[in-house]
T-cell receptor, first 113, second 117 residues
Framework: QKEVEQDPGPLSVPEGAIVSLNCTYSNSAFQYFMWYRQYSRKGPELLMYTYSSGNKEDGRFTAQVDKSSKYISLFIRDSQPSDSATYLCAKNPTGFGNEKLTFGTGTRLTIIP | KAGVTQTPRYLIKTRGQQVTLSCSPISGHRSVSWYQQTPGQGLQFLFEYFSETQRNKGNFPGRFSGRQFSNSRSEMNVSTLELGDSALYLC????????????????FGSGTRLTVV
C-alpha cells in the first residue's frame, strides 16, 4: 500500500463549481500535510499546509484533515479556468531533519469555461 | 526574492552518458532536496542535503548521487544513463533545515527535463 493514495482523476468541472480533491494516507506518525498545484512545465507550487485535524481556509481554498480516518481533502470554491492544473497532496514527518515529502500521484483538474 | 533556480531547463542525453544538474536554493535556505517526477511513478524523493551533508536518501540506485556546496547550491549527478531515467528532476529548498509552521518554505524550482535517447 502506498503511503499516500490520491484519486487519479482526471476531473473536469464547469466554471464556478465547487471542486473536491481527496487523498488518504497511512502511517500515523506526526505529519504535516500539504497541497501543491502544478501547472504544465512548471514545478509544484505550495497552496496550503496544515498540521492539525480540521479545516484551514485561504481565500477560495479549504484544506481539511481528518486524522481519525487518515483522510485529507482540498476544496476549491467558485472554480476558475486558471485553477486548471494538477493537484498533489503530500505529507512530511515532523521534526528536524525530516524534509522528505511523500506525494500522491496527483489529480489533473480541468475547469471548463 | 528570487526563487529556486534549476539549470539547465532541458537536456537530451544518450544511454550510457552521465549528466549533472544544478540547483540554487532561495537565499537563506540551507536544505536542498531532489525529486524525480515521471508520469508512471509521480514525484519520488531522491535525497536531501543540509549543510553539505546528505541527511535523507530515497530508494534509487547508486547511479544517482548529489552534493551540496558551502553556499547551499546543490548538484545531482546520474551516471550510466538509462532510458528510464527520462524524467523531470525537481529541486526544492526549505528554510534552515526544519519545518517552521509559521513560515513553511518548502519551495520547488521549475525543474530540469531530462530526455535519454
Amino acid at each position: 500500500q502506498k503511503e499516500v493514495e490520491q484519486d487519479p482523476g482526471p476531473l473536469s468541472v464547469p466554471e464556478g463549481a465547487i471542486v473536491s480533491l481527496n487523498c488518504t494516507y497511512s502511517n500515523s506518525a506526526f505529519q504535516y500535510f500539504m497541497w501543491y498545484r502544478q501547472y504544465s512545465r512548471k514545478g509544484p507550487e505550495l497552496l496550503m499546509y496544515t498540521y492539525s485535524s480540521g479545516n484551514k481556509e485561504d481565500g477560495r481554498f479549504t484544506a481539511q484533515v481528518d486524522k481519525s480516518s487518515k483522510y485529507i481533502s482540498l476544496f476549491i470554491r467558485d472554480s476558475q479556468p486558471s485553477d486548471s492544473a494538477t493537484y498533489l497532496c503530500a505529507k512530511n514527518p515532523t521534526g528536524f531533519g525530516n524534509e522528505k515529502l511523500t506525494f500522491g500521484t496527483g489529480t489533473r483538474l480541468t475547469i471548463i469555461p | 526574492k528570487a526563487g529556486v533556480t534549476q539549470t539547465p531547463r532541458y537536456l537530451i542525453k544518450t544511454r550510457g552518458q552521465q549528466v549533472t544538474l544544478s540547483c540554487s536554493p532561495i537565499s537563506g535556505h540551507r536544505s536542498v532536496s531532489w525529486y524525480q517526477q515521471t508520469p508512471g511513478q509521480g514525484l519520488q524523493f531522491l535525497f536531501e542535503y543540509f549543510s553539505e551533508t546528505q541527511r535523507n536518501k530515497g530508494n534509487f540506485p547508486g547511479r544517482f548521487s548529489g552534493r551540496q556546496f558551502s553556499n547551499s547550491r546543490s548538484e545531482m549527478n546520474v551516471s550510466t544513463l538509462e532510458l528510464g531515467d527520462s524524467a523531470l528532476y525537481l529541486c526544492a529548498s526549505s528554510l534552515v533545515g526544519h519545518l517552521d509552521l509559521s513560515n513553511y518554505g518548502y519551495t520547488f524550482g521549475s525543474g530540469t527535463r531530462l530526455t535519454v535517447v
